[in-house]
Protein backbone atom coordinates (compact mmCIF):
# COMPACT_ATOMS: atom_id res chain seq x y z
CA UNK A 1 0.00 0.00 0.00
CA UNK A 2 1.40 3.67 -1.09
CA UNK A 3 -0.06 6.24 1.32
CA UNK A 4 -0.29 9.80 0.46
CA UNK A 5 -0.85 12.40 2.67
CA UNK A 6 -1.39 16.08 1.97
CA UNK A 7 -0.98 17.60 5.69
CA UNK A 8 -4.69 18.52 7.17
CA UNK A 9 -4.11 22.46 6.92
CA UNK A 10 -4.26 23.33 3.39
CA UNK A 11 -5.75 21.82 -0.08
CA UNK A 12 -3.54 20.45 -2.31
CA UNK A 13 -5.89 18.87 -5.47
CA UNK A 14 -3.34 19.31 -7.99
CA UNK A 15 -1.29 16.06 -6.02
CA UNK A 16 -4.50 14.15 -5.66
CA UNK A 17 -5.33 14.25 -9.38
CA UNK A 18 -1.57 14.14 -10.69
CA UNK A 19 -2.12 10.61 -8.23
CA UNK A 20 -5.37 9.77 -10.06
CA UNK A 21 -4.22 10.15 -13.41
CA UNK A 22 -1.20 8.23 -13.09
CA UNK A 23 -3.53 5.24 -11.98
CA UNK A 24 -5.79 6.07 -15.52
CA UNK A 25 -2.14 5.65 -17.52
CA UNK A 26 -1.45 2.22 -15.47
CA UNK A 27 1.49 3.65 -13.95
CA UNK A 28 0.48 2.65 -10.60
CA UNK A 29 0.54 -0.90 -9.41
CA UNK A 30 -0.40 -0.73 -5.87
CA UNK A 31 -3.23 0.73 -4.03
CA UNK A 32 -3.13 3.85 -2.60
CA UNK A 33 -4.93 5.01 0.42
CA UNK A 34 -4.87 8.78 1.04
CA UNK A 35 -5.35 11.71 3.71
CA UNK A 36 -7.01 14.56 1.70
CA UNK A 37 -7.07 16.99 4.17
CA UNK A 38 -9.35 20.24 3.01
CA UNK A 39 -8.90 19.07 -0.69
CA UNK A 40 -11.36 19.40 -3.21
CA UNK A 41 -10.72 16.39 -5.54
CA UNK A 42 -12.46 13.45 -5.60
CA UNK A 43 -10.21 10.77 -6.27
CA UNK A 44 -11.51 7.91 -8.62
CA UNK A 45 -9.13 5.14 -8.37
CA UNK A 46 -7.81 5.39 -4.77
CA UNK A 47 -9.19 5.67 -1.16
CA UNK A 48 -9.22 8.85 1.45
CA UNK A 49 -10.20 9.82 4.44
CA UNK A 50 -10.29 13.83 4.92
CA UNK A 51 -8.35 13.84 8.33
CA UNK A 52 -6.43 10.83 10.32
CA UNK A 53 -6.10 11.38 14.00
CA UNK A 54 -2.34 10.73 14.73
CA UNK A 55 -2.28 7.04 15.60
CA UNK A 56 -3.80 6.19 12.56
CA UNK A 57 -1.69 8.24 10.45
CA UNK A 58 1.09 6.76 12.04
CA UNK A 59 -0.27 3.23 11.59
CA UNK A 60 -0.96 3.85 7.59
CA UNK A 61 2.63 6.18 7.33
CA UNK A 62 4.58 3.26 9.02
CA UNK A 63 2.64 -0.17 7.46
CA UNK A 64 3.17 1.58 3.75
CA UNK A 65 5.61 0.21 1.53
CA UNK A 66 6.07 3.72 -0.01
CA UNK A 67 4.87 7.45 0.73
CA UNK A 68 3.96 10.10 -1.25
CA UNK A 69 3.10 13.56 -0.01
CA UNK A 70 3.87 17.32 -0.07
CA UNK A 71 7.74 18.93 0.50
CA UNK A 72 6.45 19.47 4.16
CA UNK A 73 9.16 19.12 6.70
CA UNK A 74 6.92 16.91 9.10
CA UNK A 75 6.32 14.24 6.16
CA UNK A 76 10.25 14.84 5.15
CA UNK A 77 11.26 14.04 8.94
CA UNK A 78 8.88 11.46 9.08
CA UNK A 79 9.86 9.14 6.11
CA UNK A 80 13.51 9.71 7.27
CA UNK A 81 13.14 8.47 10.63
CA UNK A 82 11.07 5.10 9.31
CA UNK A 83 13.59 5.41 6.45
CA UNK A 84 10.20 5.50 3.98
CA UNK A 85 11.02 5.46 0.43
CA UNK A 86 9.26 9.22 -0.09
CA UNK A 87 7.85 10.62 -3.40
CA UNK A 88 7.18 14.72 -2.82
CA UNK A 89 5.53 16.96 -5.10
CA UNK A 90 6.29 20.93 -3.62
CA UNK A 91 3.13 22.75 -3.09
CA UNK A 92 3.29 26.16 -5.15
CA UNK A 93 2.66 30.13 -4.74
CA UNK A 94 1.18 30.32 -8.14
CA UNK A 95 -1.34 27.63 -7.53
CA UNK A 96 -2.00 29.26 -4.42
CA UNK A 97 -0.99 25.89 -2.51
CA UNK A 98 1.35 27.73 0.07
CA UNK A 99 2.33 30.79 0.82
CA UNK A 100 6.01 31.18 -0.82
CA UNK A 101 7.88 28.66 -2.72
CA UNK A 102 10.19 26.77 0.25
CA UNK A 103 8.77 23.42 -0.82
CA UNK A 104 11.23 23.46 -4.23
CA UNK A 105 14.17 24.29 -2.39
CA UNK A 106 14.03 21.90 0.66
CA UNK A 107 12.96 19.33 -1.72
CA UNK A 108 15.79 20.20 -4.33
CA UNK A 109 18.17 19.84 -1.14
CA UNK A 110 16.61 16.40 0.10
CA UNK A 111 16.31 14.76 -3.43
CA UNK A 112 20.08 16.08 -4.24
CA UNK A 113 21.50 13.48 -0.87
CA UNK A 114 18.94 10.77 -1.99
CA UNK A 115 17.00 11.45 0.73
CA UNK A 116 14.12 11.59 -1.69
CA UNK A 117 12.29 11.06 -4.72
CA UNK A 118 11.12 14.81 -6.07
CA UNK A 119 8.25 15.49 -8.92
CA UNK A 120 8.53 19.14 -9.65
CA UNK A 121 5.11 19.03 -11.34
CA UNK A 122 2.24 16.69 -12.32
CA UNK A 123 3.41 15.40 -15.54
CA UNK A 124 6.74 14.24 -13.65
CA UNK A 125 4.59 12.39 -11.60
CA UNK A 126 4.04 8.74 -12.97
CA UNK A 127 7.56 8.26 -13.66
CA UNK A 128 8.59 8.97 -10.20
CA UNK A 129 5.66 6.77 -9.26
CA UNK A 130 7.25 4.25 -10.97
CA UNK A 131 10.75 4.61 -9.44
CA UNK A 132 9.45 4.62 -6.40
CA UNK A 133 8.79 0.84 -5.42
CA UNK A 134 12.83 0.57 -6.15
CA UNK A 135 14.00 3.61 -4.76
CA UNK A 136 15.95 3.12 -1.36
CA UNK A 137 16.13 6.33 0.42
CA UNK A 138 19.62 7.59 1.85
CA UNK A 139 19.55 7.68 5.62
CA UNK A 140 19.89 11.36 6.91
CA UNK A 141 23.01 11.39 9.26
CA UNK A 142 21.72 13.44 12.16
CA UNK A 143 23.55 16.25 13.38
CA UNK A 144 21.21 18.00 16.08
CA UNK A 145 24.07 17.01 18.89
CA UNK A 146 26.08 19.40 17.31
CA UNK A 147 24.06 22.61 17.56
CA UNK A 148 22.90 21.16 20.82
CA UNK A 149 26.42 21.30 21.95
CA UNK A 150 27.66 24.64 20.36
CA UNK A 151 24.18 26.06 21.97
CA UNK A 152 25.43 24.70 25.03
CA UNK A 153 28.69 25.53 24.95
CA UNK A 154 27.85 29.34 24.22
CA UNK A 155 25.37 28.67 27.34
CA UNK A 156 28.27 27.44 29.35
CA UNK A 157 30.39 30.83 28.35
CA UNK A 158 27.48 33.07 29.60
CA UNK A 159 27.24 30.72 32.94
CA UNK A 160 30.85 30.85 33.81
CA UNK A 161 31.37 34.49 32.67
CA UNK A 162 28.65 35.28 35.68
CA UNK A 163 26.78 37.79 33.10
CA UNK A 164 23.76 36.69 34.31
CA UNK A 165 21.88 37.90 37.88
CA UNK B 1 34.40 24.62 40.15
CA UNK B 2 30.18 23.65 40.57
CA UNK B 3 28.17 25.35 37.45
CA UNK B 4 26.04 27.93 38.70
CA UNK B 5 23.60 27.39 36.24
CA UNK B 6 21.23 30.37 37.31
CA UNK B 7 20.42 31.32 34.02
CA UNK B 8 17.15 31.94 32.69
CA UNK B 9 16.01 30.56 29.26
CA UNK B 10 13.22 31.92 27.03
CA UNK B 11 12.32 29.78 24.44
CA UNK B 12 10.44 31.07 21.41
CA UNK B 13 8.69 29.31 18.41
CA UNK B 14 5.71 29.27 16.25
CA UNK B 15 3.69 26.25 16.37
CA UNK B 16 4.70 23.78 13.77
CA UNK B 17 7.32 22.95 12.02
CA UNK B 18 9.45 26.09 14.36
CA UNK B 19 8.54 24.36 17.41
CA UNK B 20 9.52 21.20 16.25
CA UNK B 21 12.84 22.27 15.37
CA UNK B 22 13.16 23.81 18.99
CA UNK B 23 12.45 21.06 20.58
CA UNK B 24 15.09 18.90 18.71
CA UNK B 25 17.59 21.62 20.90
CA UNK B 26 16.06 20.30 24.29
CA UNK B 27 19.33 18.94 25.52
CA UNK B 28 20.66 22.32 25.12
CA UNK B 29 18.80 23.81 28.31
CA UNK B 30 18.82 20.88 30.49
CA UNK B 31 19.62 22.28 33.71
CA UNK B 32 18.25 26.07 33.31
CA UNK B 33 15.30 27.94 33.96
CA UNK B 34 12.69 27.11 30.80
CA UNK B 35 9.98 29.20 29.75
CA UNK B 36 8.11 29.21 26.76
CA UNK B 37 6.68 31.34 23.95
CA UNK B 38 4.78 30.19 21.49
CA UNK B 39 1.19 31.16 18.82
CA UNK B 40 -0.66 28.12 19.41
CA UNK B 41 -2.71 26.44 22.62
CA UNK B 42 -2.80 23.11 20.65
CA UNK B 43 0.74 22.66 21.69
CA UNK B 44 0.42 24.26 25.05
CA UNK B 45 -0.31 21.49 27.27
CA UNK B 46 2.74 19.19 25.71
CA UNK B 47 5.44 22.52 26.20
CA UNK B 48 3.38 22.75 30.17
CA UNK B 49 5.42 19.57 31.00
CA UNK B 50 9.02 21.35 30.21
CA UNK B 51 8.26 24.76 31.81
CA UNK B 52 5.88 27.88 31.80
CA UNK B 53 4.38 28.39 28.52
CA UNK B 54 3.08 31.50 27.52
CA UNK B 55 0.46 31.34 24.00
CA UNK B 56 0.71 34.88 22.26
CA UNK B 57 -1.28 33.65 19.04
CA UNK B 58 -0.47 33.48 15.63
CA UNK B 59 0.25 36.56 13.55
CA UNK B 60 2.00 37.68 10.65
CA UNK B 61 2.87 40.38 8.06
CA UNK B 62 -0.70 40.60 6.59
CA UNK B 63 -2.22 40.71 9.75
CA UNK B 64 -0.82 43.66 11.46
CA UNK B 65 -3.43 43.97 14.33
CA UNK B 66 -2.88 40.82 15.45
CA UNK B 67 0.37 40.76 15.06
CA UNK B 68 0.07 44.13 17.41
CA UNK B 69 -1.72 42.17 20.37
CA UNK B 70 1.27 39.40 19.60
CA UNK B 71 3.45 42.21 20.26
CA UNK B 72 2.16 43.41 23.59
CA UNK B 73 1.86 40.19 24.56
CA UNK B 74 5.70 39.58 24.25
CA UNK B 75 6.50 42.54 25.74
CA UNK B 76 4.68 41.79 28.86
CA UNK B 77 6.35 38.55 29.10
CA UNK B 78 9.93 39.65 28.41
CA UNK B 79 9.04 42.52 31.56
CA UNK B 80 7.57 40.12 33.86
CA UNK B 81 10.32 36.87 33.19
CA UNK B 82 13.25 38.65 32.46
CA UNK B 83 15.16 35.85 30.91
CA UNK B 84 19.05 36.17 30.70
CA UNK B 85 18.67 34.41 27.30
CA UNK B 86 16.40 34.23 24.39
CA UNK B 87 16.93 30.88 21.92
CA UNK B 88 14.51 31.18 19.25
CA UNK B 89 13.82 29.30 15.93
CA UNK B 90 11.21 31.84 14.13
CA UNK B 91 9.35 33.33 12.68
CA UNK B 92 7.50 36.38 13.61
CA UNK B 93 6.84 36.41 17.31
CA UNK B 94 10.04 34.52 18.11
CA UNK B 95 11.41 37.59 16.41
CA UNK B 96 9.60 40.05 18.49
CA UNK B 97 10.92 38.18 21.72
CA UNK B 98 14.60 38.14 20.80
CA UNK B 99 14.55 42.22 19.88
CA UNK B 100 12.41 42.71 23.08
CA UNK B 101 14.93 40.30 25.14
CA UNK B 102 18.13 42.30 23.63
CA UNK B 103 16.79 45.97 24.85
CA UNK B 104 16.40 44.23 28.06
CA UNK B 105 20.00 42.97 27.79
CA UNK B 106 19.50 39.49 27.38
CA UNK B 107 21.74 37.48 24.76
CA UNK B 108 20.08 36.48 21.63
CA UNK B 109 20.11 32.87 20.01
CA UNK B 110 18.76 32.44 16.91
CA UNK B 111 18.59 29.06 14.53
CA UNK B 112 17.29 29.61 10.96
CA UNK B 113 14.50 27.00 10.15
CA UNK B 114 16.00 24.13 7.86
CA UNK B 115 12.92 25.39 5.15
CA UNK B 116 15.30 28.56 4.29
CA UNK B 117 18.11 26.43 1.87
CA UNK B 118 18.88 29.33 -0.35
CA UNK B 119 18.18 32.54 1.80
CA UNK B 120 17.72 33.60 5.66
CA UNK B 121 14.14 34.01 6.79
CA UNK B 122 12.57 37.47 6.92
CA UNK B 123 12.77 37.30 10.83
CA UNK B 124 15.75 35.67 10.35
CA UNK B 125 18.08 38.50 8.85
CA UNK B 126 16.70 41.18 11.13
CA UNK B 127 17.67 39.33 14.32
CA UNK B 128 21.17 38.48 12.94
CA UNK B 129 22.26 42.22 13.40
CA UNK B 130 21.49 41.55 17.41
CA UNK B 131 21.81 38.42 18.00
CA UNK B 132 25.19 36.78 19.73
CA UNK B 133 25.14 33.43 18.39
CA UNK B 134 23.26 32.89 14.59
CA UNK B 135 23.11 29.27 13.52
CA UNK B 136 21.88 27.81 9.84
CA UNK B 137 21.23 24.46 8.81
CA UNK B 138 22.68 24.62 5.31
CA UNK B 139 26.46 25.04 5.29
CA UNK B 140 26.07 27.56 2.12
CA UNK B 141 24.04 30.16 4.31
CA UNK B 142 26.99 30.60 6.60
CA UNK B 143 29.18 30.94 3.70
CA UNK B 144 26.12 33.61 2.12
CA UNK B 145 26.04 35.99 5.38
CA UNK B 146 28.55 37.08 8.11
CA UNK B 147 28.47 36.55 11.58
CA UNK B 148 26.53 33.37 10.28
CA UNK B 149 27.42 29.85 11.68
CA UNK B 150 26.98 26.09 10.49
CA UNK B 151 27.77 23.07 12.74
CA UNK B 152 24.61 20.73 11.84
CA UNK B 153 21.12 20.43 11.38
CA UNK B 154 17.98 18.86 13.33
CA UNK B 155 16.74 17.21 10.26
Same mark, same amino acid.
Given at each position: ????????????????????????????????????????????????????????????????????????MG??????????????????????????????????????????????????????????????????????????????????????????? | ??????????LAASAGGHLTQLLKL??????????FVTTG??V??????????????E?????? /?????????? *? !????? @??????LSTGAAAGC??????????????WMDSITN????S?SG???????? /?????????? *? !????? @?????V?
Open positions: MIFLTVGTQFPFDRLLQAVDEAFDRGMVQEEVYAQIGESQYKPRNFKGVMSLDKTEFDAYFTSASSVIGHAGTITMALKHRKPLLVMPRLKKYREVVNDHQVGIARKFEEFGHILVAYGAAELPEKIDRLKNFIPTPREDKAQAVVNRIRCFLHSLDCSGKSV | MTMAKNLKICAQSWVGYEAVESAGELAKRGQVYVVGCNRSMP /LKTFRVFLRC *V !KIVLK @ERPDVIMVCFLGKLRGAKVITEKLLRMVRHIAD /LFLVQWPRLA *V !KYKNV @EYVGSV
